[in-house]
């Protein structure tokens, strides 16, 4: 099973920029297909974005679709999320996920987490 830690939330203003990474360990990265995914106060998590184990296909929600970019480096076990033009309803914990058995990129069944990194969009 790969282990997760997630790097880069902190706080931004609406219209700024953040960068997440995800660090993972063990060998068979790429045979993963990794997702990025969040949680706000009082909300259920949501996906946000994956991206498939050779990085050829991505997919991204409805609400970040245009400012978020999802980018692996198989080289180096790591996923990132660019986010551009943040809004204040991005502001929520997010947390980088691995699945080694599904097809193709979903938004469930998950089965490797991080511990979430803090993302507040404020002004």
């Known amino acids: 099973q790969v282990q997760l830690v997630e790097s880069g939330g902190g706080l931004a203003q609406p219209g700024g920029s953040l960068r997440l990474s995800c660090a993972a360990s063990?060998?068979?990265?790429?045979?993963?297909?990794m997702g990025w995914f969040r949680q706000a106060p009082g909300k259920e998590r949501e996906f946000v974005s994956g991206i498939h184990r050779s990085g050829g296909s991505t997919r991204y929600s409805d609400s970040v679709q245009g400012r978020f970019t999802i980018s692996r480096d198989n080289a180096k076990n790591m996923v990132y999320l660019q986010m551009n033009n943040l809004k204040l309803e991005d502001t929520a914990v997010y947390y980088c996920?691995?699945?080694?058995?599904?097809?193709?990129?979903?938004?469930?069944?998950?089965?490797?987490w991080g511990q979430g990194t803090q993302v507040t969009v404020s002004s």
């Open positions: 996920a691995a699945d080694r058995t599904g097809a193709n990129i979903r938004s469930d069944g998950y089965q490797s």
């Open positions: 063990g060998r068979t990265f790429s045979n993963y297909i």
